[in-house]
């Protein structure tokens, strides 16, 4: 059986960007209003989602920029996200540009006929996910363009959810942007992702040593 760094070495590159918004008038105060409501973390984690109109959220301009430079390059693009809610936003902003979203509702089955209609479709199109329901067993390498809407709390479900794309059969680079809003809940979510990751990296490199030495 081969090992995973070995087909690793046989993938094109993973570019992975963290793409840091600055938040408006509007995101702020739906953002001070997360912090001081019932429900805060999960509120302040959707933060620049959260607002009415998605014309006043940074993350998702840099997403349709995103989005207009993937379609320029012949690339399609999948976007994760935690939230249905987030996703259905998205959904609704794309209009056509988005194929159905896939969430925890929708069966296996379907699943996979989304995924064929995304294949035939034309560069710029998005597939939306529920990084939960998305992010595992799928295998979506006709898009090379990942975008996550917000930091997860754990490295694993990141690194699940970019594996939808970049494994085998990927016959381009993939680029992964990280929306990420300055000064806020993201910040701090990021680090602890980065110490997670580190801490996980350095248990990878210690297995792999001593299977050397065996």
Known sequence: RRKREDVLTELPELLETEE???LGFTEKQEYENAILGKNGYNTARR??????????SSK?????????????EDRKVIVFSFYLDTIRKISDMLG??????INGSVAP????????EFDKAPPGQVLAAQIVAGGTGLNIQSASVVIICEPQVKPSIENQ????AYRMG???????YRLLAENTIDER?????????????????KSVAAQNVE
């Open 60 to 72: 998702a301009k840099r997403m349709l920029e995103l989005i207009d430079e993937a379609e320029a």
């Open 109 to 116: 089955a379907r699943r996979q006929e989304i995924i064929d």
């Open 189 to 205: 979510i990021t680090d602890l992702l980065a110490k997670k990751q580190a801490i996980f990296d350095a248990f990878a490199d």
């Open 170 to 176: 990927q016959s381009r680079n993939v680029l992964v």
């Open 96 to 101: 056509s540009r988005c194929t159905e979203p």
């Open 47 to 56: 933060v620049s989602w959260n607002v009415d109109d998605l014309r006043d």
């Open 20 to 22: 840091w918004c600055q």
């Open 161 to 164: 959810a970019i594996s939808r």
